[in-house]
């Protein structure tokens, strides 16, 4: 094990992972990544093409006020590699178009004319290339997850980052929380240790007694080749599209006189084969007909160039699951980023670094760390962001655990009970 001691120990070298100790690293501290991966972004963040966008959300108002919280997040976050070109997202089909009900909608979620704007379809064919009804938010980006990872993890002075080690416990002795390998041999020691591993997390905190209710989601997503003489040609994208399914503006090769077309993804739940399948090639296939308005259009036409797959790490109630634990002082939990990666990390990375920093404070000023003062302390920062307690509580691993969450981050809403229990 190394001499050098760091101030938190982050295992997992995701996206997650990434963002979380990317803003340590600008508070200050010391840390050390282990990731079971042979290099950054091996497990679901090896991905090129993801989307963020706010999105307006009308069935899950919590989940709206969330998502656009933790874009303001993304976009400071990630904005080294961040690109804005806009998002479009076509209206539901059969839904009527009815732009002052939208925008009264946009308002009322939070958004504003330079932020999201109500188009039919006629204007949307203009900008997008799709003759859909819906709206477009200028500032919808996408990031290459695995290129973020590659250069978080491979610049920094303060870091220190270990791949292909695999953690295979933790434990607390009071003082340090440990990284045990397969033998229980001591890996690491820090103050403070983040489970931004994914699905690695279920079994790391299973370890401690806490269950986390992760399932796995597969997804595909595939690139498409389309000839320069295909009809699919009037039909392609010249914007990123996200609705039932998302796919990215067409781009054309001279060398191939091609156009490549990225369409994705399947959500195929409790599936963790990485391998291509056909039916979610012609899933796809049929994703990009709806997507881009076009369901006469000859399947055949699209050829596939290239595909990836990506298991998604979700929880029961498909909201991430980010915070500190109750009573296990220094424990912090940063998973199921299930499609939401570019966000749900942003979002981590803000309120996790707050809660070691609140937790730093009341150690320095000899005060214990799990208090009703140090969770209050934690939400009065966690507001300047925008983050009320009923939102810091809906993501909480507190909330898998019954009367686990303190006084201060208790919401009004009806407790959860653990997994495997049973409400009356
Ligand atoms: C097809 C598809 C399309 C998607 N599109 C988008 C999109 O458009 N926009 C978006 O925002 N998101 C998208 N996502 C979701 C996004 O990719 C994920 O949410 C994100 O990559 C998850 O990041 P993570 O860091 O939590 O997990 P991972 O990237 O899986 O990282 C977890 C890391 O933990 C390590 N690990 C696990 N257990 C251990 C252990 N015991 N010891 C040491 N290391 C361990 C693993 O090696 C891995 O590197 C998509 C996902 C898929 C599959």
Redesign the pocket.
Known sequence: MSQIEHDVLV????????AITQVLLQQGQTVRV????LK????????A????HPGLIRARPLLQRLTYIAFALAKKTWQPFWREEGIFQPLKPGTEFNESLLNEQLVSAGFDQDSAQPINASKAQHLTGVSRDGIWFPQGAT?N?EKTCTTIFGQQDSLAYEAN????SISYDGVDWWALDQKGLPLAKAKSVVL??????K??AAGLQITLPLKPV????NQFQISATSSWLKYLPTAAISGEG?CLPASYDENTKMYTLVV???YDENETSLATWPRSDEYNRQQAASLLNYVAGNLAELNIANS??????VANDRLPIIGAVPSMPGLYI??A?????????ALAAAIISELVQVREVAHLQGRPSTGNHASAAALVRLARLGLSADLVAAISPARFLVGALPPALASNSKPILPLGSKAK
Request: glycine content about 18%.
């Open positions: 295992i997992g070298a995701g996206i997650a992972g990434a282990l990731d079971a991966g950054p972004a091996s497990g679901t963040s090896a991905h093409f993801a989307l963020a990031i997850l080690t695999i953690v295979a931004a591993c994914a699905h690695g997390a079994e790391l597969r997804g595909q997503l998302y994705g993804s399947t990836f797959v990506g298991v998604r790490c940063a998973t980023l299930g499609s939401r990666g570019v966000l749900w990390s």
